[in-house]
């Protein structure tokens, strides 16, 4: 009963090739985030939608772009991957974004792992 | 801007032996999640804690939000390698952060 899915699970390029990771989710969640996580350290938000509103972080490099063509579908686009892109990419959703509540639960992805050589 | 700080940074400890980790901040948070990630693997969720003073109990691993709302701690007994991974609080009041992290590894 995958909920939110990833591919692939594991993405070569080469340095400089363009390359588009995948998640998908089935819970119908409103707001869907990308996650870059180096080896031993904590997720770092790239960017979320909420809905079809983007919500970009402010150190987050114009080289990683997003789309989110429908509520099930959301890609994470590098433009011109480097060597420090390598890392695990993690897709989370939550039902709702709503900062007079609280914060919403995250669930997550399996995780890409992106390699450059 | 709210930080979530997490000691320690890194727990070994032998199967059948209790562990515990905590999640501090110094500002107040609405909720707080706990997550446990694997090598290679996504976080996945283990509890959701809400009300201040708020105890719950996941077979083996018991959460407690503190009553003031600014820390938590994951308490294991009885730890099992299974129990292996990297245990990540997270939350805020609108922005979600994670905390850096507290990585366990339990040998048999």
């Known amino acids: 009963d995958a909920m939110v899915i990833q591919n692939p699970r594991y993405q070569v390029t080469q340095f400089g090739k363009p390359v588009t990771l995948s998640c998908s989710q089935t819970?119908?969640?409103?707001?869907m985030y990308w996650y870059q996580q180096k080896s031993s350290q904590a997720p770092k938000l790239l960017f979320h939608?909420?809905?079809?509103?983007?919500?970009n972080e402010a150190d987050t490099p114009d080289n990683f772009q997003s789309r989110r063509p429908n509520t099930s579908f959301c890609f994470l686009d590098i433009r011109s991957p480097g060597l420090g892109d390598a890392a695990m990419y993690l897709c989370a959703t939550s039902r709702d974004l709503t900062a007079d509540r609280g914060t919403e639960t995250q669930y997550f992805g399996p995780g890409t792992r992106l390699l450059v050589l | 801007t709210q930080l979530l700080e997490q000691s320690p940074q890194f727990l070994s400890i032998q199967e059948g032996e209790n562990l515990t980790v905590y999640c501090n901040s110094s500002s107040v948070f609405s909720s707080l999640q706990w997550y446990r990630q694997e090598p290679g693997e996504g976080p996945v969720l283990l509890v959701t804690v809400v009300t201040g003073g708020e105890v719950k109990k996941l077979k083996r691993l018991t959460f407690q939000f503190g009553d003031a709302r600014k820390d938590s701690s994951l308490h294991i007994t009885a730890a099992q390698t299974g129990d292996t991974g990297l245990y990540l609080c997270a939350g805020g009041w609108g922005k979600f952060q994670f905390g850096a992290g507290t990585q366990v590894v339990v040998t048999p």
């Open positions: 819970l119908n969640h409103n707001v």
């Open positions: 939608y909420y809905d079809k509103d983007f919500n």
